[in-house]
């Protein structure tokens, strides 16, 4: 297969979060690697940091491939194991965080193509938030697992992490589509590989944790427009269309093949119309009805 440089600076893929929706990242990547163009660095936060890692690390169409059928086998208490009603309250009570983060450890730990962050085949960074200083925190060397468990270390959910000297959380309190951070580190032609908002809903999200994660799925896609439309003077911004419109939430991991097959559609689509070289459509991550 012919790859693309883009010899005009460098050419960053940016991942945001998204939960279960990030299977779309899987689909989008898919279409992408297709065209021929391969980042000179990557960036990630929360399921956007776990797919930008397992690329970097084999940015191939196998790789590609690898990634989709672990996305396949995932299950909702892989990633958010909620405990039994009756011990729910007295776990509210005594813990500051509702999952156990045994089970996403499992799965990370079983899955890595990879010990360390700087063995990635391209540069790859993960962003995560310090708990204590409150300020963006971006992870290049050390553990991938505890990298990815700290950028996925949603509050309230998943346990604070502590990497090295310090205590991090999700890099979504401080920077959900770090645009902004490949800007810093060089990129002038980015794309991002957004997971969109859940629009179509038709009943209020069920529990604790799918309300903090729907609230989360529509701050995600609320700041990512707000940096697209910041930075596209800046740099050559090119945001992956997503799926619209969407009624899966990020809590719901059944419909992970639909998911990829759809943005995998969308996304040749999108290519095979000319969508590298026009302007990024924002409608589907901006507050909006069906």
């Known amino acids: ?29 898919k279409a992408i690697i297709r065209t021929g163009i391969i980042p000179d660095f990557l960036v990630g936060a929360l399921v956007g ?20 059928k672990i ?8 990633v958010f194991p909620l405990p039994p009603i009756r011990k729910f309250f007295g776990l509210v009570q005594s813990q500051k965080h509702i999952c156990s ?4 450890t499992q799965l990370i730990r079983t899955s890595l193509p990879g010990e ?32 990815l468990l700290a950028s996925t ?11 090295e000297e310090l205590y991090l959380i999700d890099g979504s309190v401080t920077n959900n589509t770090p645009i902004s951070t490949a800007i810093m580190n060089g990129a002038s032609r980015i794309f991002v590989f957004p997971t969109g908002i859940c629009c179509a809903r038709k009943a209020p999200p069920k529990g604790l944790v799918e309300m903090i994660l729907q609230a989360m799925s529509i701050a995600i896609s609320h700041r990512l427009a707000m940096d697209i439309e910041k930075f596209r003077q800046e740099v050559e911004i090119r945001s992956l269309p997503t799926l619209c ?22 996304v040749s689509e999108w290519l095979d119309s000319g969508g590298l070289n026009s302007d990024s459509d924002l409608k589907a991550l901006q507050p909006h009805y069906h």
């Open 1 to 29: 297969m012919k790859t693309e440089k883009i010899n005009n600076g460098k050419t960053a893929f940016v991942f945001a979060g998204g939960g279960s929706l990030g299977a779309i990242q899987v689909g989008m990547l």
């Open 49 to 68: 940091a776990l797919n930008a890692v397992f690329f970097a690390f084999d940015p191939t169409p196998d790789g590609v491939s690898r990634l989709e």
């Open 71 to 78: 996305w396949l086998g995932i299950k909702r208490k892989d």
């Open 101 to 104: 983060p045994k089970p996403l």
């Open 116 to 147: 360390y962050l700087e063995d990635c085949a391209l540069p790859c960074m993960v962003i995560a938030t310090s708990l204590f200083h409150g300020h963006e925190v971006t992870l290049t060397k050390g553990s991938v697992l505890d990298a």
């Open 153 to 163: 270390a949603i509050p309230g959910i998943l346990p604070q992490v502590k990497f």
């Open 245 to 266: 419109p969407l009624d899966a939430s990020m809590f719901n991991f059944s419909r992970t093949a639909e998911l990829i097959s759809r943005a995998e559609q969308k």
